[in-house]
């Protein structure tokens, strides 16, 4: 995405610069909508116990979580994490914590 | 060579559409706008129309497959009146806001309850804030042409929101008046292709449309929609003035009748501005120095430009056929007293009269009346009433 289309779906544009009600006109922005402020509860990766067995990656409904170019899970990315505690309940090897976000 | 024809309000508005051979019309009938469709509908099953005629489940369906219809990138119409607007009501918001530029005929009926299908303004008024322009027309030859400019204003690219063009149910709709017709050909050169910039069908180019809009955005969308309410003026005038071009036939904001040595006015929408026409002639024909001033354009508000033209009278009638019941007035007269005290009017004296209502015939004799009252306001009198009725039994 160019820096130009960052801009008019940024928070920061102005009513000049933003598209016609709101219709978004190039794909991949929704990288920039960061959800990790909804978050009260937080997961954590416990990261000896995990198997990689990827349970917690198809579940995620945002991009919290994302695989690395070997297909191994890598650390939780928190700008996308609405603390919805899904990967927790499904995790077989209680690999993920979830505590209070402080 | 413009063709004569006489055709009633409602068959001018289809023979409009018929012309513009829209993309997609959607609608669902409901008096006094039902003949709109049914005789676009025959044109459709005769083939004198490339439309997509979808016959929906109730008004709501129409604007939203209309909304649809426009967002795919098609050019989409729809017709209704009085409880079939206020169904739209959800949908009206959401093709303004999404900035769609459909075009819609209003046959102005009077909203239940109690049940009621003449004519008052209502309907239009109660979605007189809902994002969308509003063109009001005196008789079918008006509606006709406002049906043709309307896609002009709604689609230009600085403005892209969706038109209303209102007319009085019956009165307008269904008295047969001498009219001149377009030929086709010019219609569909001064129409244009529809061309939007972005459209969901665009394989090309895919896009979304009617995001979650909170609150780090969605101010900033409908600032920018208030401007675009503000360029509209600017493209009315533009498109008026090609079309007077075209057919000789002159439109602006509002018209004036007989106001420049005025000392009184009225100002009153639609149909019964001809009645009031006839009363100035005669009063006229008296002495006695009475104008009328017409508003075609009531959304955007030409608040600057109207309170320009008022200043120099000594009394002011705005009659309202609609009531805001807000135990201050009328809806044109709120909106034309707030633009005087806004611009720094100060000459005039101000009174409303609310008339008609569910179709009751407001008769010359009842515009004698106010414009008698105005004259007793201008001698120097005072006003001993401002928000008054006129035609209802005490």
Redesign the interface.
């Known amino acids: 995405m160019s820096k130009r289309e960052e801009k008019i779906y940024s928070p920061d544009v102005g009513w000049k610069d933003i598209t016609h009600g709101g219709t978004i006109t190039t794909a991949g922005n929704a990288e920039l909508f960061l959800t990790g402020d909804w978050r009260s509860m937080k997961p954590v990766w416990l990261k000896d116990k995990c198997k990689q067995c990827l349970m917690c990656y198809y579940v995620c409904p945002d991009t919290a979580i994302l695989i690395d170019e070997n297909g191994k899970r890598i650390d939780f990315n928190y700008n996308h994490c609405k603390g919805c505690g899904i990967c927790y309940k499904v995790c077989p090897f209680k690999a993920i914590d979830f505590v209070n976000e402080i | 060579m413009a063709i004569r024809e006489r055709l009633s309000g409602n068959e001018a508005v289809a023979y409009a559409m018929k012309q513009i051979n829209p993309d997609v019309v959607a609608a669902f009938p409901i008096t006094p706008s039902t003949e709109i469709p049914q005789y676009f509908s025959a044109y459709v099953a005769n083939g004198e129309v490339n439309t997509e005629f979808i016959p929906v489940e109730s008004e709501h369906s129409a604007m939203s497959a209309c909304i649809g219809a426009q967002a795919a990138g098609g050019r989409a119409m729809t017709a209704t009146s009085a409880n079939g607007l206020a169904l739209m009501w959800e949908m009206l918001y959401i093709a303004s ?4 530029p459909i075009v819609m005929a209003c046959v102005n009926r009077a909203l239940s309850g109690p049940i009621n299908i003449h004519n008052d303004h209502s309907d239009s008024m109660g979605a007189r804030d809902s994002g969308w322009i509003q063109l009001y027309s005196e008789s079918s030859q008006e509606a006709y042409d406002n049906m043709l400019m309307a896609h002009r204003i709604a689609e230009h690219p600085d403005v ?1 929101l969706p038109v209303m063009v209102c007319q009085d149910g019956f009165i307008t709709s269904h008295a047969i008046e001498n009219i001149e017709l377009l030929e086709d050909e010019k219609v569909k050169e001064f129409v244009g292709e529809y061309k939007p910039a ?1 459209y969901l069908l665009n394989k090309e ?7 979650l ?1 909170h609150f ?2 969605y ?3 409908k ?3 208030a ?1 675009a309410m503000r360029n509209a003026k600017k493209v009315i005038l533009e498109v008026a003035d090609e079309f007077y071009k075209l057919t000789g036939r002159k439109y602006g904001y509002f018209e004036e009748y007989k106001t420049d040595d005025a000392e009184v006015c009225i100002v009153v929408l639609n149909s019964t501005a001809g009645t009031a026409k006839f009363v100035v002639d005669k009063m006229r024909e008296e002495g006695k120095k009475v104008g009328l001033v017409k508003p075609r354009v009531f959304r955007p508000f030409p608040a600057p430009e109207i309170a320009g033209a008022l200043a120099r009278f000594k009394a002011v009638a705005v009659m309202d056929k609609a009531d805001s019941f807000n135990a201050a007035g009328g809806p044109l007269f709120t909106e034309i007293t707030s633009a005087v005290l806004a611009h720094g009017a100060t000459g005039p004296k101000f009174i409303n009269y609310i008339y008609g209502l569910g179709g009751r015939d407001v008769k010359a004799d009842d515009i004698e009346f106010i414009y008698n009252k105005l004259l007793e306001i201008a001698a120097p009198g005072k006003v001993d009433s401002i928000y008054n009725y006129i035609g209802v039994r005490e």
């Open positions: 806001g999404a900035r769609l892209l972005h180019n895919p896009i979304a449309i009617g995001p809009d780090t955005h101010f900033e969308h600032r920018q929609q401007e």
